[in-house]
C-alpha cells in the first residue's frame, strides 16, 4: 500500500524527500501562491530535505533566475551546506545581496 500523505506537513516532506525538479517546482510555486507564515516555514522545511542532483540543480535555477523570494530561499538551502563559492557568484551577478548569502 502507497503512503498518501494527510496533511499539509506530510504533502510538504514528502515534495522535499522526492527531490526532483516538479517537486522543487511545486514547493517554489507555493512560496508564490500562499504568502503565509505557516507556508513559508514547511517550504523551508522541505526544501532543506531536498538531497537529489535534481533537485539541487532546479535550485541553482531558482537561486539565479527566480523571483527574490525564491532566490532568497534557494541561497538558504545552499548556505545550509556550505556552497560559499555559488553564493559568491549569486552575490557578484546582483541575485543576492550578502547580508543574504553570509549572514547567520
Known amino acids: 500500500m502507497n503512503y498518501q500523505p494527510t496533511n499539509r506537513y506530510h504533502t510538504f516532506a514528502a ?19 500562499h504568502d503565509d ?7 523551508d522545511f522541505a526544501l532543506g530535505l531536498v538531497d537529489t542532483r535534481e533537485g539541487e540543480g532546479r535550485l541553482r535555477h531558482y537561486l539565479f533566475h527566480g523571483v527574490l523570494v525564491q532566490r ?20 557578484a551577478q546582483g541575485k543576492i545581496d550578502d547580508a543574504q548569502a553570509y549572514s547567520r
Not at 74 to 79: C, D, M, N, Q, R
Open 72 to 91: 532568497n530561499y534557494a541561497a538558504l538551502y545552499f548556505k545550509r551546506r556550505g556552497r560559499v563559492a555559488l553564493l559568491d557568484e549569486a552575490v
Open 15 to 33: 515534495l522535499g524527500r522526492s527531490g526532483t525538479t516538479a517537486a522543487v517546482d511545486e514547493l517554489m510555486h507555493a512560496l508564490m501562491t
Open 37 to 43: 507564515f505557516a507556508t513559508s516555514r514547511l517550504v
